[in-house]
């Protein structure tokens, strides 16, 4: 009876310990679905936001390319002066004297590449002496090492060397976008800035998701693949290639041989554009920040959707007069 009563009791623990796993496998799949849920929605919505951006992004891209002039003006002016402030503000001198020192600076270079200002006589007279921008840049430097002694210590020489090299980084790469919009054939020219930065980007982006496997700078950028740069490459090329067929006829009363310049042009400056990305993110790596900014929803500040562009706009300028 007892053996009886022993294996009826240690059945009914065995039925008890059952159900209560049960439950418990249940609450974790069920846990589990909402987490997966949750993850979709998350997902979802930040394709959403960011999608959102990029067609906003697109739209005044686009229309100041088109319109030009004063619009295109005043646009990269206004993503130059932001543009500095994010940079300024990594090293915390955004909103103090140097840093408006160099967004002066800034608004006197565009001074100076605007197409109604090349018959001031200050522009006539330094170029006489190397060039306006060279006479600005000294200046520049002179006034920005003035404020850093006779504030000293109140800026490090770091904080003083970015705020010169942010003057080139973001305010003279940007401004050549306008140069090369205003040039002979700018109107269709000033596009190959976007297919050498973006649409190499996004190409090297979807070839690294399909066939990525070799890493070309693991802790800088982990998910920057050799094949993805290669894909990148090849993308901007076929797209540079294409948009020369299409308006081969427009392009060929400036340039002799449109589709070969573009093909190489684009080519070249790819590579570049990636070069500049991973500068970006080398800066915000030794800072340990993500982003720059928080300006464009999904993508961060202007830097990190101009990351490429800034550096791919004097390269194409550049090629454009030497072999165009």
């Not at 590449?113 to 006489?128: A, G, N, R, W, Y």
């Not at 000294?138 to 770091?158: C, D, H, I």
Request: proline share 2%; charged share 20%.
């Amino acid at each position: 009876m007892a053996g009886t009563e022993d294996t009826a009791d240690n059945d009914a623990r065995r039925n008890k310990c059952e159900e209560t796993n049960g439950e418990y496998d249940l609450f974790e799949i069920n846990v589990t679905e909402e987490f997966m849920k949750e993850k979709d929605s998350g997902i979802k919505r930040s394709f959403l936001i960011r999608f959102r951006s990029s067609i906003i992004l697109m739209t005044i891209t686009v229309l100041s390319m088109v319109l030009g002039g004063y619009y295109l003006f005043g646009v990269l002016l206004a993503i130059t002066l932001i543009g500095l402030m994010e940079l300024y503000r990594i090293f915390d001198v955004h909103k103090r004297s140097v840093g408006i020192v160099g967004y002066l600076a800034a608004i006197a270079l565009y001074f100076g590449v605007m197409e109604c200002t090349q018959d001031f006589e200050i522009i006539k007279k330094c170029s006489e002496v190397g060039g306006y921008p060279a006479v600005l840049i000294g200046v520049f430097l002179v006034v920005l090492l003035a404020a850093y002694v006779l504030t000293f210590p109140k800026y490090n020489s770091e904080q003083i060397t970015m705020v010169f090299f942010g003057l080139f980084y973001v305010a003279l790469t940007i401004s050549y976008i306008y140069k090369l919009r205003i040039s002979d054939g700018g109107a269709y020219s000033v596009w190959l800035v976007f297919i050498a930065s973006w649409g190499a980007d996004t190409m090297a982006y979807l070839t690294g998701i399909l066939i990525g496997k070799h890493k070309i700078a693991p802790v800088l950028s982990p998910k920057k693949t050799l094949e993805g740069c290669i894909g990148g490459v090849v993308g901007a090329t076929l797209i540079g290639f294409i948009y020369s067929m299409i308006f081969k006829a427009e392009l060929s009363e400036v340039y002799d041989n449109p589709v070969l310049l573009f093909v190489i042009v684009s080519a070249a400056a790819s590579v570049v554009s990636m070069i500049g990305d991973m500068a970006a993110s080398a800066i915000k790596r030794n800072k340990d920040i993500k982003d720059y900014g928080k300006l464009i929803p999904g993508h961060g500040g202007i830097l990190d959707r101009f990351d490429s562009v800034i550096f791919v706009a004097p390269i194409i300028y550049f090629l454009l007069k030497l072999i165009g």
